[in-house]
């Protein structure tokens, strides 16, 4: 009988080496770029206390409510993969002390992320961020700048063209009273809405603004704006984020309807878009969460961030990332010895030259196509003595010793 193979589990995929050599790429520039902003690297754990998002990102939110990958250990504890990094980093701050350092504290983090979604293109069940975290200031030029940071991290990836919307949600004192005309508004509209809102619109009436149902958009079209309720300095706040960003030449699209899938911000939130990605429009995004790290039980502590989406960055992409670097490649005829081979490669490996050497039992011609295949540089064929042929030049001679021989390779690779 025919043993039933195995698939990597919905919504994850494997990284090939070809997508692996492009995220360690990405990895790099975006490190560059975030570097010079003065933002550290900083890793929290895969999971966390199922608690810190039920508090942290909201019941009301569709990543807690089914989104989460929940267990319990062994000792009965529940426990949830990380589903975004924001509350884990204000855990982490609250937890370090870090309010004792100089403030703001920046950071940036990459790694892998968990939502049970439906998968599809673009939409996995684990993905990969990249994202930074700025707290303890709420200085508006801190807002500017995590959005410029995005856009720079998006251009270094060849991610061109995407679309920058901004809003304000203002704080949460002046948020209530807009968010009773908005539950008012609701109601009065309630026979056109659809029932997952109509079902919310007490918990988290803004959720409707992100609705796709046809009755429930064309309501919110007239709904009243958040942005038109601001305080005046919710208002003027925003005001120095946008002067800020028109200074630095940055475009971006006010849109008073974005409303971002968690609950934790205050004030500034964006999104950056971009129409490569189809349905999953978003590459990235984030804001101000001005009440997080009290909520968590720490002193109450401004911050503002965003992550973005690695494989989205990737599909978005119109960079050619770097092929994997071109080897030496050492084969051996018949007069020749895997012991020579391998002390061939040893030695050109000590010298920092990229080598490999024949390991399949292939017929000398064998070799050679495959070095071809393997875009070496050059070939050394050891057998009597050793010999060196350019695949680039074709030049063909003979070398005196391994000593010459990562003489020959140093010069070609560097
Ligand atoms: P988010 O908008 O939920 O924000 O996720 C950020 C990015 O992660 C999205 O723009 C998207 O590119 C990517 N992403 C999200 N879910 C998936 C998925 N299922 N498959 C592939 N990519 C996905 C946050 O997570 C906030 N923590 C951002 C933040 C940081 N706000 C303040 N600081």
């Known amino acids: ?20 050599l492009k995220r360690r790429e990405l990895h790099r520039r975006a490190w560059a770029v975030l570097g010079r902003g003065g933002y550290r690297p900083f890793e929290t754990p895969v999971f966390e206390d199922t608690e810190l998002f039920k508090r942290g990102v909201g019941d009301s939110t569709d990543i807690v409510r089914k989104e989460m990958f929940t267990f319990e250990d062994r000792g ?11 509350a884990p980093v204000c855990r982490a701050y609250v937890e370090h002390g870090m309010h004792k350092l100089p403030q703001p504290v920046k950071l940036w983090y990459w790694g892998p992320f968990f939502r049970h979604e439906r998968a599809q293109a673009g939409r996995y069940r684990q993905f990969s961020q990249v994202g930074i975290e700025a707290l303890g200031s709420d200085d508006p030029s ?11 991290v998006l251009e270094a990836a060849g991610v061109r063209g995407a679309t920058l919307k901004l809003s304000s949600l203002g704080t949460r004192e002046s948020r209530e009273s807009y968010l009773g005309k908005l539950r008012r508004y609701l109601h009065e509209h309630e026979g056109d809405l659809s029932e997952d809102v109509r079902a919310r619109v007490e918990e988290n009436p803004l959720r409707a603004f992100d609705a796709d149902h046809v009755g429930t958009r064309a309501v919110m079209a007239a709904a009243p704006r958040l ?15 946008c002067a800020l960003l028109d200074d630095a030449c940055l475009g971006y699209v006010v849109d008073p309807t974005l409303v971002r899938g968690l609950d934790y911000y205050t004030r500034t939130v964006f999104e950056f878009e971009s129409d490569k ?7 990235g995004g984030g804001g101000r969460y001005d009440g997080l790290v009290a909520e968590l039980g720490g002193p109450p502590t401004p911050g503002v961030g965003w992550a973005a989406g690695v494989e989205r960055i990737l599909l978005a992409s119109e960079t050619k990332f770097p092929a994997a670097p071109r080897p030496i490649y050492v084969a051996i005829d018949e007069m020749g010895t895997r012991r020579q081979a391998f002390g061939l490669v040893t030695a050109l490996r ?21 070095a071809a295949r393997i875009a070496a540089r050059g070939v050394f064929i050891v057998g009597d003595g050793i010999e060196w042929t350019s695949l680039d030049t074709g030049e063909q001679r003979p070398v005196g010793g391994v000593q010459e021989a990562v003489r020959i390779a140093v010069g070609v690779v560097t």
Do not use: I, N, W, Y
């Open 277 to 283: 990605l189809g349905a999953q429009s978003g590459v």
């Open 142 to 152: 801190l807002d500017a700048e995590s959005v410029l940071l995005l856009a720079e």
């Open 76 to 86: 009965g504890r529940s426990l949830t993969l990380r589903p975004e990094g924001t």
């Open 1 to 20: 009988m025919a043993v039933a193979k195995l698939k990597a589990p919905r919504g994850t995929f494997d990284v090939l080496s070809e997508d692996a």
């Open 350 to 370: 000590e010298a920092g030259v990229r080598s490999e050497l024949e390991q399949a039992g292939r017929s000398l011609k064998g070799q050679l196509r495959h």
């Open 227 to 241: 942005l038109d309720s601001l305080s005046p300095e919710d208002a003027e706040h925003f005001a120095e984020v």
